[in-house]
């Protein structure tokens, strides 16, 4: 069974202001154990960056809308514990003669003491906040804020020493028009000492502007999942979609559906940044990451055992909870279906044990909802559930699994949807999974210790479901056969009773 706290998750509330060249933002995040949620996201585009390159200073009109939103941010958290709130500033006020400044006059008309990151930190921290996301990360990450670029290498254990270049849109010249040659050009001429370090093959994008050519490329691509973190580009794919934006009048995006209206001056810059990467790095897959710097600040709070467990087994348990109420229905299942289900052939590689996992803690999503639409329901609030360690494949996948796991219907809802993200294999195998996880809550009422007196293996082409001693008529009645038919029915296997 996989390894978790025996408590479950530990469960507070955590605010990070962050301050960053373009944007000023507060968000007030649930955390339950490894799990991260955003509960509340506000943000207000100062372009605190924005003068610079010419004057070495903040912009003084960003840094009256910096002051209101900070003032706005710590009024909303009155009453807030210190310990609970974070507030960190990144490249602009980092670099600008008059930060100090400006960080003065926060603490005295807040009361806030912001902490300034060195460049290492914020790579460090931007590389937490993936793998925050996605656990098992490996590649570079680059973080592309209003000031600079931090560039890290993940090497499966964590991040390792980073990079930051002054290639951010305000650096680079926003919001003037951008001159396209003369910008390749500074861009190359800051990657070149660093290229051979940081070539790789798999790009971990993070940062409000590339998150939004990912979201302008499932416009162009008609993606029916429309689901930021972890979305995926091929080479071709991302060097088109970069391509497209860097080379379009203003008036041409303004008109292009799916871009950011507020980033307008910045996405062309934003473009050809992402364009130099994959060409001199030699990237061949992009990965969107909705997790950064603020993430990774979360992440190196926790305490090592939390920190260690799996965020999307979390996730998931944290998502059926019920207040005050340690359910040990998913781990009991989990033990109960891993003998079977080892045998088959994995249709996630190394990932089906944690999907498998992470599929018996939303046993009872539906619990709560009603009987004539819980599958569906189940099905929508999984597909799109803000939960991280899983890409869209294996979203997908679990959203199939917690649908069959209500209904023998053969298609969930999205049907199309789903048919684009996984293949049939897997889809069949989600509706085994479903399947057995029904059986499992059938066969037990629910009550975790009577699968103890039960098991359910694979031998050769049967499917053998099996009640201890003593056992049989409590366990293996008509409701459990019915169950047990249909997980055979799901796998192609014959069904054995015993």
Known sequence: MWPRGDSGPSTRQAAVIDVGSNSVRLVIYRLDGRA?????????????????????????EG????????????????????????????????????GPAFLKRVREETGLVVRVLTGE????????GVIAGQPDAQGVVGDLGGSSLELVLLNGSGPEEGATLPLGPFALGAPRPLDLDRTRRVIESALAPHADRFATRHFHAVGGAWRNLALFHMELADYPLHVAHQYEMSRADALNVSR???????????????????????????????EAL????????????????REGLLLEAMDPEVRNRDPLIEGCEALTATRGISSELGGALEAWLTPAFEKLTPVFGARDPVLLAAACRLADLGARLHPDHRADLAFEQVLRAPIAGMNHPERAFLASVAFARHTSAPNPPEAA??????????????????????????????????????????????????????????????????????????????????
């Open 36 to 60: 991260i949620w955003t509960v509340y996201n506000e943000k207000a585009l100062a372009g605190l960056g924005r003068d610079l390159p010419t004057t070495g200073r903040l912009s003084p």
């Open 63 to 98: 840094v009256e809308v910096a002051l209101t939103a900070i003032r706005r941010f710590r009024a909303l958290l009155d009453g807030w514990r210190a310990e609970d709130v974070t507030a960190a500033a990144t490249a602009a006020v980092r670099e600008a003669a008059d």
């Open 121 to 128: 930190e914020e790579a460090r921290y931007a590389a937490l």
């Open 244 to 274: 497209l934006v860097a080379r379009q009048s203003r008036a041409s995006l303004e008109r292009m559906q799916g871009l950011s209206k507020k980033r307008i001056e910045t996405l062309p810059y934003s473009a050809v940044v992402l």
């Open 278 to 293: 994959i060409e001199r790095l030699g990237v061949e897959r992009v990965t969107i990451s909705a997790f950064g710097v």
């Open 417 to 498: 949807a789903v048919a684009r993200v996984i293949n049939a294999e897997r889809r069949q195998r989600a509706r085994a999974l479903g399947a057995a996880v029904r059986l499992g809550c059938d066969l037990s009422g629910r009550n975790p210790r009577l699968l103890e007196s039960s098991s359910l293996t694979l031998q050769g082409e049967r499917l053998k479901l099996t009640a201890a001693e003593g056992w049989e008529d409590m366990l293996l009645g008509e409701q459990t056969t019915k169950r047990a038919q249909m997980l055979a029915s799901a796998l192609k296997l014959k069904l054995e009773l015993g």
